[in-house]
Nanobody, 122 residues
Framework: QVQLVESGGGLVHTGGSLRLSCAAS????????VGWFRQAAGKEREFVAA????????YYSDSVKGRFTSSRDNTKTTVYLQMNSLKPEDTAVYYC???????????????WGQGTQVTVSS
């Protein structure tokens, strides 16, 4: 069992930066890949990034590639999503999720956090 808690969301202006954290409980955290997803109001959830168990493989959606960076510290059982050059269209609730596969679809993940709101003002 893994419990995930996101933090770091907030309100920023266009072009600003935020760093989201996904803190996990459980001694087997390093056995899980972590995905980041977001859901804007009235829209479907979409894939943002995924990082493998070791952190050696990281994937991004085209919409965030070059602006967002994911990393993990297994000693701290935490995964990060550094978000730079934020745009209003990045406004959404951001979720982290853990699963045994590094994947871009939500069904691959077994455990989900509660989400953190990111709002980018124009």
């Amino acid at each position: 069992q893994v419990q995930l808690v996101e933090s770091g969301g907030g309100l920023v202006h266009t072009g600003g930066s935020l760093r989201l954290s996904c803190a996990a409980s459980g001694r087997t955290f390093s056995s899980y890949a972590v995905g980041w997803f977001r859901q804007a109001a009235g829209k479907e959830r979409e894939f943002v990034a995924a990082i493998s168990r070791s952190g050696g493989s990281i994937y991004y959606s085209d919409s965030v590639k070059g602006r967002f960076t994911s990393s993990r510290d297994n000693t701290k059982t935490t995964v990060y999503l550094q978000m730079n050059s934020l745009k209003p269209e990045d406004t959404a609730v951001y979720y982290c999720a853990a699963g045994v596969r590094t994947a871009s679809y939500g069904g691959a993940y077994d455990y989900w956090g509660q989400g953190t709101q990111v709002t980018v003002s124009s």
